[in-house]
C-alpha cells in the first residue's frame, strides 16, 4: 500500500489549550504527542518562557498517546523552566503514557498530579 | 490469520499515526495477543518509524520508509526500512544516570532501548546504505 497521496491526517495530532491559574500556566494538551506534535509542545514552551512564565503545568490526560520524542520534549520543557528558576509540574492518570516515563526511569525526576486542580494547588517557590 | 501488509509512507510525521493504526489493526487479529502487547507494539513501531523519518530527514532524503506487517499463526512480525545513511546499533552513547543534571540535556536517545524493552525481540541491522529494525512479538505469551 502506497500512502503518499493521502490527505492530511495532522488532525489527529495534539492541539493545546491555554489557561493560568493561580500562578500557574497549564497547557492541556490533547491527541498524541509524538514527532508530528513535540515541536509544537517545544514552541509553546520556548514562547512560555521567553514571556516570563517559568512556572508550567502540562496537562496530559488527553493525551492517549506518547513516544520518546513527545518524552523528549517534556524533558526539554523542564530543563527549560529549571534553568530559569521555574518548575514543571505534570497532569496525568493514562497508564500508557506514564509507563514510558517509567520505562525510561524518568518517573522519578517529574512531578505527576492526578488533576489540574491539584496541580495548580502547589504554591509556586519564587 | 497470516498475511502481509506493506505499506510505503513518506518520511513526513504526519503519516505516524496512521502507520500505528495499521500495525496495531494488524496485530489485534492475531489470536489472544493482550491489548496492552498490541499498545507495546504500536509504541515500538513508532519508534522505530521516528528513527527512519528523521534519518530521511537528515539526509534529504525523499524516498518512501517502508513498514511490512508479517502475521504468522504464531507471532507478528514489523520491519519498519530506511535509506539513511545508518549507525552502527552497538555503540550508541549511554545516558547520564537519572540523578545527574545532565540527564536533563538529553531529550533523544531512548527509542532503541524502548524497542527492546516493549518487543520480544528487536533486531537492528544497518549498513551505509539503509536500516531495517525488525520487531517480533510472540502471541500468547
Known amino acids: 500500500m502506497d500512502f503518499g497521496h493521502l490527505a492530511d491526517w495532522s488532525s489527529v495530532l495534539s492541539d493545546f ?10 497547557l492541556a494538551l490533547t491527541g498524541e504527542l509524538d514527532l508530528g506534535s513535540a515541536p509544537r509542545l517545544h514552541q509553546t514552551v520556548v514562547g512560555e518562557v521567553a514571556s516570563g512564565h517559568h512556572h508550567l503545568v502540562i496537562d496530559l490526560s488527553g493525551v492517549d498517546f506518547m513516544d520518546s520524542t513527545g518524552l523528549g520534549s517534556i524533558i526539554g520543557a523542564l530543563r ?5 528558576g521555574g518548575d514543571l509540574l505534570l497532569v496525568c492518570t493514562e497508564q500508557r503514557v506514564l509507563r514510558v516515563f517509567e520505562m525510561c526511569d524518568l518517573d522519578r525526576i517529574f512531578v505527576f498530579h492526578v488533576d489540574v486542580d491539584s496541580a495548580v494547588g502547589t504554591p509556586v517557590r519564587v | 490469520m497470516a498475511g502481509i501488509v506493506e505499506l510505503h509512507v513518506p518520511a513526513l510525521p504526519e503519516y505516524l499515526q496512521m502507520v500505528r493504526s495499521v500495525v496495531g489493526a494488524a496485530a489485534s487479529t492475531g489470536a489472544n495477543l493482550k491489548p496492552e502487547r498490541v499498545a507495546d507494539l504500536r509504541l515500538a513501531v513508532s519508534e522505530a518509524t521516528t528513527n527512519a523519518m528523521e534519518a530521511h530527514g537528515l539526509s534529504g532524503l525523499e524516498d518512501r520508509v517502508t513498514v511490512r506487517c508479517d ?4 507471532r507478528i512480525e514489523v520491519e519498519v526500512a530506511d535509506c539513511g545513511p545508518g549507525f552502527d546499533p552497538n555503540s550508541l552513547p549511554s545516558l547520564p544516570d537519572v540523578n545527574s543534571p545532565d540527564r536533563l540535556r538529553h531529550e533523544s536517545g531512548l527509542g532503541v532501548s524502548l524497542m527492546h524493552h516493549l518487543t520480544d525481540e528487536t533486531i537492528v541491522e544497518s549498513h551505509d546504505d539503509g ?9 500468547g505469551d
Open chain 1, 17 to 26: 489549550r491555554r489557561s493560568v491559574r493561580n500562578q500557574w500556566v497549564v
Open chain 2, 131 to 139: 536500516t531495517a529494525v525488525r520487531l517480533i512479538v510472540h502471541f
Open chain 2, 71 to 74: 502475521l504468522s499463526a504464531s
Open chain 1, 80 to 84: 527549560r523552566v529549571r534553568s530559569h
